[in-house]
């Protein structure tokens, strides 16, 4: 039995609207959940929004609401953004929730049985965008002098009476973790957290007095946690900590967090010290990707090039932009959006090449065939296509997505789809029902194979478009993992059940660009 897997994203900071970087983090998630349940995995994964902070208090003020009017209103647009998205979440956390009060106070208070927690002051910078502090030797020079984070947002001195948390204590296991292979990925971002550590830790401010819109410190009035402290812990709220249950017993720790690269400092040596003091396992992995930029430009509302991702899916469909976001960007490296780069990419790959395949096969055996399948003898040149596809399927793919590498998976599947298109081109089906109809039977059916096995790999991806095409096929909803590819047999048990293949209808049309796009 295939261990449980536990997925997280980052919790989404809900102060606007969410943008097409919500969507490339959790559609990823997504893809990584259904992939793992199609290998056979029990799955638990969990999304959601991070409501507290002064950056929230802030808007809100701005706006003349409440934080937590502001945090109801657009945590609402995250959850109808991921339900649009065919996002398969177990549970949508809200740090405003009550169950995530209680396990903040509970980690809290086994940080401050450690020793771990001491009152003092802190006088340093603060970023209000990030919710982050930051060293003076970590600040970079804006323009007119103008002091600013490593994220280049700006950044304030802040004084106040605070809990410090001992961080300062936990370098040696924290650099023995980082150091443990596969613990964070890609390569690049461990040497960063390595070399940060490496640099000196410093104890870490865990409490702010200036506002009162966060999680209360326990046994204190005027102290709420480090938002950092609260969000982080969502992971295990969502399990049932502090009390345990089947649910914790199960998935913890926690198989993935897959985070920005932005916020790689706060999972990989916060939250693990975190953690360890509160004698918690870590989690297992942690994934720092890249950012997805609007035409090689990082999107901001300041720059005006903010991309509703509600929008793409009105205009293109749930499918075709999940696979261009997977397609497109190497994973783990920056990745550059534009909506012809889409059309274009989902028109050539899905509708011309795999569309196009199913279309014509099944509509061939619709009119050639009366729909009918049956049992026939491959020849050398059907078994060479066959593995072809088989090798693609259920060897490259899964190899590759497991790894994450989900251009490179996508890349192999893309292949299998352009051997069969050409194996349709050298066959020539259309003229062998004079010529040959049983070569003509079995080259269809040969297609009529492959495409099962394509449309059973891509699944994660563009599941609603999988799901159609297997529909069209015959394959059963419960014939569809990816131990399925490795069923030898399940073609000829199909046709023996008279199975008939209607007239299908496109189910990867083209896409067009509106008008503007095009200007």
Known sequence: MADPFYITTAIHYPNGKPHIGHAYETIAADIIARFQRLLGREVRFQTGTDEHGLKMAQKARDLGMTPRALADEMSGHFRDLFDKLDITYDRFI????????????????????????????????????????????????????????????????????????????????????????????????????????????????????????????????????????????????????????????????ASLHLIGKDIVRFHTI??????????????????????????????????????????????????????????????????????????????AELANSFGNLAQRTLSMIHKNMDGKLEAFEPSEDDMKLLSTVREACRDVLPREFEALNFSVGIEAWLKAVFACNAYVDEQAPWGLKKTDPERMKAVLQTLFMAIRDLAIAIQPVVPAKSATVLDQLGVGEDHRSYADLSNEGWFAALASTGHSIEKPNPVFPRLELPEQETA
Not at 134 to 163: H, I
């Open 94 to 253: 809200r740090t405003t929730d009550a169950d995530h009060h209680r396990a903040s106070h509970a980690i809290w208070e086994a940080m401050a049985a450690k020793g771990d927690l001491y009152l003092d002051r802190y006088e340093g910078w603060y970023s209000v965008r990030d919710e982050a502090y930051y060293d003076e030797k970590e600040l970079v020079e804006g323009e007119g002098g103008e002091k600013l984070s490593p994220q280049g947002t700006p950044v304030e001195w802040t004084e106040e009476e605070t809990w410090f948390f001992r961080l300062s204590s936990y370098a040696e296991p924290l650099l023995e973790l980082l150091n443990k292979p596969g613990f964070l990925e890609p390569a690049s971002r461990r040497n960063e957290m390595i070399a940060f550590v490496e640099g000196g830790l410093k104890d870490l401010s865990v409490s702010r007095t200036s506002f009162d819109w966060g999680v209360k410190v326990p046994g204190s009035e005027n102290h709420v946690m480090y938002v950092w402290v609260d969000a982080l812990t969502n992971y295990i709220t969502g399990l049932g900590y502090p009390d345990g249950g089947e649910l914790w017993d199960k998935f913890w720790p």
């Open 270 to 347: 916060y939250w693990p010290a975190f953690l360890m003091s509160a004698d918690l396992p870590v989690p297992q992995k942690v994934f720092g990707h890249g950012f997805l930029l609007n035409r090689g430009v990082k999107e901001s509302k300041s720059a005006g090039n903010v991309t509703d991702p509600n929008e793409l899916v009105d205009l293109y469909g749930v499918d075709a932009l999940r696979y261009f976001l997977m397609a497109e960007v190497t994973f783990g490296q920056d990745g550059s959006y534009s909506a012809q780069a889409l059309v274009n990419k989902v028109n």
